[in-house]
């Protein structure tokens, strides 16, 4: 009810993007439909998947996940890991790809729940090898334990991502003009949201796993912090810290309103319009 009354006031106020809002109720209306609202469907947003929740829902997942203590466990807190993040991929993307019935999304679905099976098999996998033929040398306990967990989870984030929303560069997504009026839909422009949201989450959780554990190894090799509990207390204020900075970053490394130049769109397209850019959803 709260969404409805804050879309209202926006709708009643004649608002645009264009025009500045002096009004701090509107401001926070605004604010509200923006956080809460499918820009494409106009539905409303489960409140564990909006924006504002991503960093709170994930942390606690990054935590566990980066301990890699067993190949059991890592899989575990990889599965329901990638399940969220999966999840959040799909009601935050691009809502226009159209196909029969209740096909399209069943289809997400199924690709999501093979796509999510795999990364949490790729992240337990070292620890697999590692466990299975004994190997315990310091090299190879770097490696698995702190070089690999970065990339693999980064990649793996990135993969997820891809191929839930893989319906809109095969589908195509609409693509509008500057006054918002749907010129056609376009594989091209599909194709690119799906490339900008898949990078920016290998770089958030690349980023995420990496970096913290560099800082640990430069706080260890200072002595700076000698006890255990001390130490692992740092590692999580550090994943913290970084996972906070990131999301921000990541969510804003390519606009959520992407453009695509009408070079790069299907002479379809082309046909239709004399814009020289046009725009659509590229979703979070």
């Given at each position: 009810?709260?969404?409805?009354?804050?879309?209202?006031?926006?709708?009643?106020?004649?608002?645009?993007?264009?025009?500045?809002?002096?009004?701090?109720?509107?401001?926070?209306?605004?604010?509200?439909?923006?956080?809460?609202?499918?820009?494409?469907?106009?539905?409303?947003?489960?409140?564990?998947?909006?924006?504002?929740?991503?960093?709170?829902?994930?942390?606690?997942?990054?935590?566990?996940?980066?301990?890699?203590?067993?190949?059991?466990?890592?899989?575990?807190?990889?599965?329901?890991?990638?399940?969220?993040?999966?999840?959040?991929?799909?009601?935050?993307?691009?809502?226009?790809?159209?196909?029969?019935?209740?096909?399209?999304?069943?289809?997400?679905?199924?690709?999501?729940?093979?796509?999510?099976?795999?990364?949490?098999?790729?992240?337990?996998?070292?620890?697999?090898?590692m466990n299975r033929y004994i190997?315990?040398?310091?090299?190879?306990?770097?490696?698995?334990?702190?070089?690999?967990?970065?990339?693999?989870?980064?990649?793996?984030?990135?993969?997820?991502a891809a191929v839930v929303r893989?319906?809109?560069?095969?589908?195509?997504?609409?693509?509008?003009?500057?006054?918002?009026?749907?010129?056609?839909?376009?594989?091209?422009?599909?194709?690119?949201?799906?490339?900008?949201?898949?990078?920016?989450?290998?770089?958030?959780?690349?980023?995420?796993?990496?970096?913290?554990?560099?800082?640990?190894?430069?706080?260890?090799?200072?002595?700076?912090?000698?006890?255990?509990?001390?130490?692992?207390?740092?590692?999580?204020?550090?994943?913290?810290?970084?996972?906070?900075?990131?999301?921000?970053?990541?969510?804003?490394?390519?606009?959520?309103?992407?453009?695509?130049?009408?070079?790069?769109?299907?002479?379809?397209?082309?046909?239709?319009?004399?814009?020289?850019?046009?725009?659509?959803n590229r979703g979070f």
């Amino acid at each position: 009810d709260e969404i409805k009354r804050a879309r209202l006031l926006i709708e009643t106020k004649e608002k645009t993007l264009s025009e500045p809002m002096h009004n701090n109720q509107t401001r926070q209306a605004f604010l509200l439909s923006l956080s809460s609202v499918h820009p494409d469907t106009n539905n409303i947003i489960p409140v564990l998947f909006r924006p504002p929740a991503f960093m709170p829902v994930t942390l606690p997942w990054v935590i566990v996940s980066s301990l890699q203590h067993q190949a059991k466990s890592t899989f575990f807190f990889q599965f329901v890991f990638h399940t969220y993040t999966t999840s959040f991929t799909l009601l935050n993307g691009n809502g226009t790809p159209k196909a029969e019935e209740n096909s399209l999304q069943e289809k997400q679905i199924f690709y999501g729940l093979g796509a999510i099976s795999y990364a949490a098999c790729v992240g337990a996998l070292p620890l697999v090898f590692m466990n299975r033929y004994i190997l315990k040398g310091s090299l190879t306990q770097l490696i698995v334990r702190k070089l690999l967990p970065a990339p693999l989870l980064g990649v793996t984030s990135a993969f997820t991502a891809a191929v839930v929303r893989s319906p809109e560069f095969e589908n195509g997504i609409e693509v509008m003009d500057r006054n918002g009026k749907v010129v056609g839909v376009s594989r091209n422009a599909g194709e690119k949201a799906v490339r900008e949201t898949a990078l920016s989450r290998a770089v958030l959780f690349g980023t995420t796993f990496f970096l913290p554990e560099v800082l640990v190894h430069f706080v260890q090799r200072a002595k700076l912090v000698k006890n255990p509990r001390a130490l692992a207390a740092v590692r999580m204020l550090l994943i913290t810290s970084v996972l906070a900075g990131m999301v921000p970053v990541s969510f804003s490394m390519f606009p959520q309103c992407g453009e695509i130049k009408r070079a790069d769109l299907e002479p379809e397209i082309l046909s239709s319009t004399e814009e020289t850019e046009l725009f659509y959803n590229r979703g979070f």
